[in-house]
């Protein structure tokens, strides 16, 4: 694992763990615990702080170029560290349909922070992973040195950087769920589990593909499989973004529950998933339960 990177924001890690009493869990005998992630830095909260750090480091400086749709929370944590840092940032949106168009809320905030935008069609933007695509690409770009990132910060790096938040669960939990998008904190959080804990991760797309891509970073980023964890399918709810009334209302109401504003697209699937999981008896009684909260509204 690489060394944490010295950066002058002033990160909170360890990240706050707090235990909570739900109607969803305690007459089912299960603890669950809330690791408060989304306290890390209020730019770079949970694991875009924890994916982003080890990349930084490796960037040295230069410009960062990435990868993401027109809501990515990834885009926006890059723009806020290089507002920060001070090194420019390159964002590559998937879809050339949105170029020309007003900015939503989230890419008006990038753009904000200083991130140029780029539109990719959307055969384009499925070429992301190529090198020989982004060899093409580089030259054509503002920033042709410029330190590539993947989609959802997801590499081996920062699948190396999410084991820490593994190590900062030994002793407190037996299963630790996070809400996966490309799958680099499930496969970093599992690998820094001890013996005996296990990882789930609860997909936000659908599709199908997460396994396999999880698989591939723990062999780039520790030689092999690391830890114990699976997949909890079948509480995408239709697909990125996609937030039915039925997930609207759960969140409002573990909102009003517990004080925590619960971000929508990712952390409340994730709280959704382990309520029913655990009506369905998926974990045994005394159950330590620790939700990852990866990041606020």
């Not at 909170?12 to 890390?40: A, G």
């Not at 944590?77 to 349909?97: H, I, Q, W």
């Not at 499930?186 to 396999?212: D, S, W």
Request: charged fraction near 20%.
């Amino acid at each position: 694992m690489p060394p944490t990177p010295h950066l002058p924001l002033n990160p909170t890690l360890p990240s706050p763990l707090t235990e909570v009493t739900d109607p969803h869990f305690t007459p089912h005998k299960i603890r669950l615990l809330l690791k408060r992630d989304d306290l890390i830095h209020p730019d770079l909260p949970g694991n875009k702080w924890r994916k982003l750090a080890p990349n930084l480091q490796a960037a040295a400086g230069r410009p960062l170029l990435t990868f993401g749709g027109a809501y990515s929370n990834h885009l926006r944590a890059t723009a806020a560290a290089g507002r920060l840092l001070g090194f420019p940032t390159l964002g590559l949106v998937r879809g050339d349909e949105l170029a020309g168009r007003p900015l939503n809320d989230s890419l008006a905030r990038c753009a904000a922070d200083g991130m140029r935008l780029r539109f990719l069609s959307r055969s384009d933007y499925r070429r992301r992973a190529d090198p020989a695509f982004l060899a093409e690409l580089l030259p054509t770009t503002p920033f042709p040195e410029a330190y590539v990132v993947p989609e959802g910060g997801s590499n081996a790096l920062a699948a190396q950087g999410c084991t820490a938040l593994g190590h900062e669960l030994h002793g407190v939990a037996d299963v630790a769920a996070v809400a996966c998008g490309t799958g680099g904190t499930l496969a970093g959080l599992a690998a820094g589990l001890a013996p005996g804990q296990r990882a789930l991760g609860v997909p936000v797309l659908k599709g199908g593909f997460l396994e396999k891509d999880v698989r591939a970073l723990q062999d780039q980023a520790f030689g092999g499989p690391a830890g114990s964890w699976s997949l909890a399918d079948g509480f995408h709810f239709g697909g990125y973004a996609r937030t039915p009334p039925e997930l609207l209302d759960f969140a409002a109401a573990f909102e009003a529950r517990h004080g925590l504003p619960v971000e929508r697209l990712y952390v409340a699937k994730l709280l959704y998933a382990l309520s029913e999981l655990t009506a369905r008896g998926a974990f045994p009684p005394g159950t330590r339960l620790v939700a990852v909260i990866t990041g606020h509204p």
